[in-house]
């Protein structure tokens, strides 16, 4: 299990001694894969669309390899500052306290930068001299350079479909990292999941999983996104605890995907028929 303290208004994720492991299923060699690039400290990126696993696949690695984690979900606003760190005023002292980025460099973390490409381009900048080579992180305002603890490892995530022509990350910055690419799991592993993550039984799993498969062929729509493992994990929460099936999958897929009415209306068409 992964505990999530407030680090500067972002989160701060460490492994708790005695906690059973996050459930991941894996569904090709990325365990494999992500260990190698552990062992040689080398920066990983994840790709994929929202709800594939990517969070949940560094949870799972952090905990097999027994190092901390600490996750910053990166937006519009995150700036180097917030990673780094900086100074406040405390009384009549100045304290300096440390970002995550800093904390995990020191301490030897691994820092996962969730959604990397929604951050501001200083922040790529901030983690260049850690991506190459040098692996040491230069503050700024403390006129310091920082080795990097022979246990860090950089990680970032992003959504190459949805960022494709707005915030796509520059190949230069790309180049600096191994990449593992995320996608929907096979029908019979997506619903293998759900059982596993909800105990629902495994014929209202396979159907939601149909459901799934048939909106995410339905590219007519123009829906900016499309049904994640994630929605139907939830959705197979609440006819687990006991709410109707149809109502279910209504509030727990067709709606976050669309507020078009028309779309909205053939989905839930869709649903009915199918579940």
């Given at each position: 299990?992964?505990?999530?303290?407030?680090?500067?208004?972002?989160?701060?994720?460490?492994?708790?001694?005695?906690?059973?492991?996050?459930?991941?299923?894996?569904?090709?060699?990325?365990?494999?894969?992500f260990?190698?690039?552990?062992?040689?400290?080398?920066?990983?990126?994840?790709?994929?669309?929202?709800?594939?696993?990517?969070?949940?696949?560094?949870?799972?690695?952090?905990?097999?390899?027994?190092?901390?984690?600490?996750?910053?979900?990166?937006?519009e606003?995150?700036?180097?500052?917030?990673?780094?760190?900086?100074?406040?005023?405390?009384?009549?002292?100045?304290?300096?306290?440390?970002?995550?980025?800093?904390?995990?460099?020191?301490?030897?973390?691994?820092?996962?930068?969730?959604?990397?490409?929604?951050?501001?381009?200083?922040?790529?900048?901030a983690?260049h001299?850690?991506?190459d080579?040098?692996?040491?992180?230069?503050?700024?305002?403390?006129?310091?350079?920082?080795?990097?603890?022979?246990?860090?490892?950089?990680?970032?995530?992003?959504?190459?479909?949805?960022?494709?022509?707005?915030?796509?990350?520059?190949?230069?910055?790309?180049?600096?990292?191994?990449?593992?690419?995320?996608?929907?799991?096979?029908?019979?592993?997506?619903?293998?999941?759900?059982?596993?993550?909800?105990?629902?039984?495994?014929?209202?799993?396979?159907?939601?999983?149909?459901?799934?498969?048939?909106?995410?062929?339905?590219?007519?729509?123009?829906?900016?996104?499309?049904?994640?493992?994630?929605?139907?994990?939830?959705?197979a929460?609440?006819?687990?605890?006991?709410?109707?099936?149809?109502?279910?999958?209504?509030?727990?897929?067709?709606?976050?995907?669309?507020?078009?009415?028309?779309?909205?209306?053939?989905?839930?068409?869709?649903?009915?028929?199918?579940?």
């Amino acid at each position: 299990m992964i505990e999530k303290l407030p680090v500067n208004g972002l989160t701060q994720a460490t492994k708790s001694a005695g906690k059973p492991a996050p459930f991941y299923q894996p569904v090709a060699k990325e365990v494999y894969v992500f260990e190698h690039a552990y062992q040689n400290k080398i920066p990983m990126l994840l790709k994929g669309p929202t709800g594939t696993g990517k969070t949940r696949f560094i949870e799972f690695m952090a905990y097999r390899l027994d190092s901390a984690i600490i996750t910053v979900s990166c937006h519009e606003e995150t700036s180097s500052t917030d990673l780094i760190g900086r100074y406040i005023i405390k009384g009549a002292e100045t304290l300096w306290i440390d970002g995550p980025l800093t904390k995990a460099v020191r301490t030897g973390a691994i820092l996962y930068l969730d959604e990397i490409a929604e951050a501001r381009p200083d922040v790529i900048v901030a983690i260049h001299s850690l991506t190459d080579h040098r692996k040491e992180l230069f503050i700024d305002k403390l006129g310091e350079t920082v080795s990097a603890h022979q246990d860090f490892m950089l990680v970032a995530s992003f959504n190459p479909g949805y960022q494709r022509g707005f915030k796509e990350l520059k190949p230069s910055t790309r180049q600096r990292f191994v990449a593992l690419a995320f996608n929907y799991p096979k029908p019979k592993d997506e619903a293998n999941i759900i059982t596993k993550e909800t105990q629902l039984e495994s014929n209202l799993a396979t159907k939601l999983v149909n459901i799934a498969t048939k909106i995410r062929n339905l590219t007519e729509l123009g829906l900016t996104e499309t049904v994640s493992t994630r929605l139907l994990v939830d959705a197979a929460k609440l006819i687990h605890s006991g709410l109707p099936k149809r109502l279910s999958v209504k509030v727990a897929v067709v709606e976050p995907l669309t507020d078009d009415p028309e779309i909205t209306e053939a989905l839930s068409d869709l649903v009915d028929l199918m579940i």
